[in-house]
């Protein structure tokens, strides 16, 4: 990211393949990027990470423009589209790589994700605790390009009609003000 104009927020919520295809409908999102983050091995690839032996998280790292949406609406984004209460699974999904996590970039955004996660659980906003983490951003790696736009160029599979477009149905219906 090159722009001083724009920030990065990266967010782990289960298939990166699912929130990448819900934040890229986000007007002020410039792109979207999946990868992963928060493991102890340098440039891992996909296979790697799904074994669940480099502590990786499948995440994305969004860059948008904090005048057009702020952080905070898309903390209310990544809260709604997945479930922050289930440690290390969404849905069929199970595994270390499949935490709900945000890794912060600064201290604003560490603030801003704490708070966020203080006023859910005082609204009992979830029947259970919220397990989401909260973690500095050290590293991002760039999932393979295959990875990349995949709802989008991959919209016939069978995963991406029966998981990802309707999830991405609900989330337009519920947050069509923030639609491009």
Same mark, same amino acid.
Request: contains cysteine.
């Given at each position: 990211?090159?722009?001083?104009? /724009?920030? $990065?927020?990266?967010?782990? @919520? ?12 986000? !007007? ?6 999946? @990868?992963?983050? @928060? ?13 669940? &032996? ?5 995440? $994305?790292? $969004? ?12 903390? @209310? ?11 290390? !699974?969404?849905? &069929? ?16 955004? !560490? ?16 029947? /259970? ?26 919209? &016939? ?14 989330? !337009? ?8």
């Amino acid at each position: 990211m090159n722009d001083p104009n /724009k920030e $990065i927020a990266v967010f782990g @919520g289960g298939c990166f393949w699912c929130t990448e295809a819900i934040f890229q409908s986000l !007007r002020g999102v410039v792109s979207v990027l999946p @990868g992963y983050s @928060g493991g102890t091995k340098p440039n891992p690839t996909y296979e790697e990470v799904c074994g669940g &032996n480099t502590g990786h998280v499948e995440v $994305i790292k $969004i860059e948008f423009d904090p005048e057009q949406i702020k952080y905070s609406d898309l903390l @209310g984004v990544f809260f709604a589209t997945h479930d922050p209460t289930t440690m290390n !699974r969404q849905g &069929n999904d199970v595994g270390e790589q499949y935490q709900s996590v945000v890794f912060y970039s600064n201290d604003e955004q !560490r603030t801003q994700a704490s708070a966020f996660i203080e006023k859910l659980q005082q609204d009992t906003v979830f029947e /259970k605790p919220v397990v989401t983490q909260i973690k500095p951003l050290e590293e991002f790696y760039e999932a393979e390009n295959y990875h990349q736009n995949y709802f989008a160029n991959n919209k &016939n599979q069978p995963y991406c009609q029966m998981v990802i477009d309707p999830k991405v149905q609900k989330f !337009r219906a519920k947050f069509a003000n923030l639609l491009k």
